[in-house]
């Protein structure tokens, strides 16, 4: 399933400056029983967001309307616990299309970059800038350059941050794995074609 095409993200930001965020936060995993990728954001940090009765808790920042933007920025450690893809489909479907941490864990990673999420990793002393700015304006914009792999507080400090080449080149062009072997499929013919058995 291709997504859109990451090369420049400009926007506001979500701050959410907590630890240690595992899947089963970002998506609980009673609402794991769909198969598609719609609908999740719906439920994304569903017990952070919601009281029992489904009336939002006023003090989770995604209830917050001061903060908005396609960015979330989250503590060290962000996505640990259980594999499971739909923690990167809620976050995806919620509207994100970068997440900003200090440390993820592996295949949370993984997952996101599958689907068209850019998960920037950049030192603890630049997050806690990023927080910083944020909270002395939730208008702060930060900008994220894909081809320059470099994050900005746009009018203050930037960082450059690490990306798998072929994930660099799958996300500049909204490919997923199916869509980038399909990009080859000339060269794969050719080949085919002229090779001799």
């Known amino acids: ?47 952070w967001r919601f009281e029992g009765d489904g009336t939002p808790k006023k003090d989770f920042v995604l209830n917050n309307p001061i903060y908005t933007g396609k960015i979330l920025v989250g503590g060290k450690n962000f996505g640990s616990g259980s594999s499971r893809e739909h923690a990167a489909w809620a976050i995806y479907d919620y509207g994100f299309r970068c997440v900003v941490s200090s440390f993820f864990a592996d295949i949370f990673k993984n997952n996101s970059l599958n689907i068209g999420i850019l998960p920037v990793q950049v030192s603890e002393s630049f997050l806690d800038q990023i927080f910083k700015a944020i909270e002395a304006n939730p208008k702060t914009e930060l900008e994220v350059n894909l081809a320059e792999q470099k994050i900005s507080i746009v009018g203050g400090a ?4 690490e990306i798998n080449g072929y994930k660099k080149h799958n996300m500049m062009n909204g490919f997923d794995d199916i869509d980038f072997l399909q990009s080859l499929k000339s060269d794969i013919q050719s080949f085919a074609v002229n090779s001799i058995y």
């Open 1 to 47: 399933m291709a997504y859109d095409k990451f090369t420049v993200l400009k926007s506001t930001a979500v701050p959410m400056p907590i630890e240690n965020v595992d899947t089963d936060q970002i998506i609980p995993a009673r609402f794991l029983k769909a198969t598609e990728r719609k609908g999740f954001g719906d439920n994304l940090f569903r017990d």
């Open 158 to 161: 930037s960082e450059s941050f």
